[in-house]
C-alpha cells in the first residue's frame, strides 16, 4: 500500500483551491470502489406533509383547508401514491414526480414519515445541531466524523467531505479534518505574481507551497499542523480538479442545478467517478424550508405553479436527485443517500398560509441497499389521537443512520453507541444486508 507521503508526491502540483477546513488524521484500509453514505440536510424544518401527503386521512384535509394536496386521481396536481407500501395513507407532492418514477419506483427508496430524536425541541439552531452531533448536548465531533475516526478508511484528504458549499456542516465536523469545496470548478487558490499561462495553467504559488511544505525539518506541534493543513489542501486542490476534467454527467439529458444540492451532487459523482475513495459526505438541500407563510402559490395551481411558487421550486429541486441516480448508475448499488431537516411543521395550517415549527418531519433515503418501505406513521392526525399540534416522534434517525453505517457501510453494529453516545439502536429493517 502507498504511503502517506508516495501518495502526495505522486499528485500534480498545477492546481488550485476555494477552502479546506484543514488535515486529517489519517487511517488506513477501504481501497477505491467500497461504499458512500451522503446525508443531505433540509435546513428550516421541512413540511412532511406537504411533502409526503396522508391522504388517506381526513383530518390532513380538515386541518389544511388551502394547503392540502387533493388525493391521487390522475391529475398533476394531486398526490402521488406510494402503494401498497403505504397503505393507501400516504402519497407524494405531485412536484416529486420524477422522483417516485425514477426511484420509488424501482423498489430503491424508502419514507420515514414521522422522524426526530428523543429531547428534540422547535429550535432550528438546537435541533441541527443536536442531530448533527448525535445528541442533546454540546459535543464538538459529528456523527460522520465519529464514524471517520472509530471506522478504518483510506489514506486520502477526501474520505470525507462537505459538497455544494463552503461552511461546516455540523455531522461531519470533528477531530478528522475534512474539505468543504462548494464548486469545483471554482476549487482555485491563485495569485497573479505566481502565475503563467492561459488561467493561471503554470501555478508556481502552489507549488513553492508543495515545495517548503516538503521539507523534512524540527517542527513544533503547530508548525507541524499548518505543514499538514496545507498539504491537504494542495492534494484536495489536485483531485478535485482532475476529477472535472472533461466530466459531463451520463443522465439522459438531465443536468444538475446550479444550488448547493445540485453542486454537492455533481461534485461527488465527478469525485467518484474518478475513483476518489469518498465514503461520507455533507450536502445542504436549500436553506429555505421555514415556511411560516405562503407556502403555496397564490394563482394558478396552487401546488405545482411554475412562476409564483417558492415552495414547490424547493421541492422540484429533487430533480437532482434523479440526475445523480441516473448518473451514477449501476454504481448507485454502492451509494446511499439520505435526507432529512432539523423537524416538521404544525399539521394545521396558520392563518398566512403557512405552517409553524413541529417535531415529527419525513426523512427519505435511496441508492444502494435501501428497500421500498414506509417507515412507522400515524394512520390520523385527529387531535383526539394526535394532541399536539404536530406529528410525533415515531423514528429515531440515529437508527436509520446506524442502519445505513451497519448494512450499507458494513461497520460493526456494536460502535452504533459509540456513534450516538448512550443510544441504545433498534433495527427497523429499511435496508437490506450490506450490498454486494
Avoid at 461552511?167 to 471554482?186: F, H, L, M, Q
Avoid at 428497500?371 to 440515529?398: C, K, M
Amino acid at each position: 500500500m502507498k504511503t502517506r507521503r508516495d501518495f502526495i508526491k505522486s499528485l500534480t502540483a498545477a492546481a488550485a483551491m476555494a477552502g479546506t477546513a484543514g488535515a486529517p488524521k489519517f487511517t488506513f484500509a477501504q481501497e477505491a470502489g467500497g461504499k458512500t453514505f451522503i446525508k443531505v440536510f433540509m435546513r428550516g424544518g421541512a413540511d412532511g406533509l406537504h411533502l409526503f401527503p396522508l391522504y388517506g386521512d381526513n383530518f390532513y384535509y380538515n386541518y389544511r383547508p388551502q394547503l392540502a394536496i387533493a388525493p391521487p386521481n390522475g391529475d398533476s396536481s394531486s398526490a402521488i401514491d406510494l402503494g401498497p407500501a403505504a397503505g393507501g395513507m400516504r402519497g407524494m407532492n405531485p412536484n416529486l414526480a420524477l422522483l417516485h418514477s425514477e426511484i420509488w419506483e424501482t423498489g430503491n427508496m424508502m419514507v420515514a414519515p414521522a422522524t426526530s430524536f428523543a429531547g428534540a425541541n422547535r429550535s432550528h439552531f438546537d435541533c441541527q445541531r443536536w442531530i448533527g452531533t448525535g445528541a442533546r448536548n454540546n459535543l464538538i465531533d459529528g456523527y460522520l466524523n465519529r464514524y471517520m475516526q472509530n471506522v478504518p478508511g483510506t489514506d486520502h484528504p477526501l474520505r470525507g467531505m462537505v459538497a455544494g458549499k463552503s461552511s461546516i456542516s455540523t455531522e461531519i465536523r470533528g477531530e478528522i479534518k475534512v474539505a468543504a469545496v462548494n464548486r469545483g470548478s471554482d476549487y482555485n487558490l491563485v495569485n497573479r505574481d505566481f502565475c503563467s499561462g492561459t488561467d493561471c495553467a503554470d501555478n508556481r504559488l502552489t507549488e513553492i507551497m508543495r515545495e517548503i511544505s516538503s521539507h523534512d525539518v524540527d517542527l513544533t506541534g503547530t508548525e507541524m499542523e499548518i505543514r499538514e493543513n496545507q498539504l491537504v489542501m494542495l492534494d484536495t486542490i489536485a483531485e478535485v480538479q482532475e476529477a472535472g476534467v472533461d466530466y459531463v454527467p451520463n443522465a439522459d439529458g438531465l443536468q444538475y442545478s446550479n444550488s448547493d444540492l445540485g453542486r454537492g451532487l455533481q461534485l461527488c459523482a465527478q469525485l467518484l467517478k474518478a475513483g476518489v475513495p469518498l465514503e461520507v459526505a455533507a450536502l445542504d438541500w436549500n436553506i429555505g424550508w421555514d415556511t411560516h407563510s405562503n407556502q403555496i402559490a397564490d394563482n394558478g395551481d396552487p401546488f405545482t405553479n411554475q412562476d409564483k411558487g417558492y415552495h414547490s421550486r424547493m421541492v422540484r429541486g429533487a430533480n437532482d436527485f434523479v440526475t445523480f441516480y441516473r448518473d451514477m448508475g449501476a454504481d448507485m448499488q454502492n451509494i446511499v443517500v439520505l435526507t432529512g431537516s432539523e423537524f416538521g411543521r404544525t399539521k394545521k395550517q396558520n392563518g398566512s398560509f403557512g405552517t409553524d415549527h413541529g417535531q415529527g418531519g419525513t426523512w427519505f433515503a435511496f441508492g444502494g441497499p435501501t428497500q421500498q418501505a414506509v417507515a412507522a406513521d400515524v394512520s390520523t392526525i385527529d387531535d383526539t389521537v394526535v394532541d399536539r399540534n404536530w406529528l410525533p416522534t415515531l423514528t429515531s434517525y440515529r437508527n436509520i443512520v446506524g442502519e445505513i453505517m451497519v448494512r450499507h457501510m458494513g461497520m460493526d453494529q456494536q460502535l452504533i453507541s459509540t456513534i450516538f453516545p448512550n443510544h441504545t439502536f433498534e433495527d427497523y429493517s429499511l435496508f437490506r444486508g450490506a450490498s454486494a
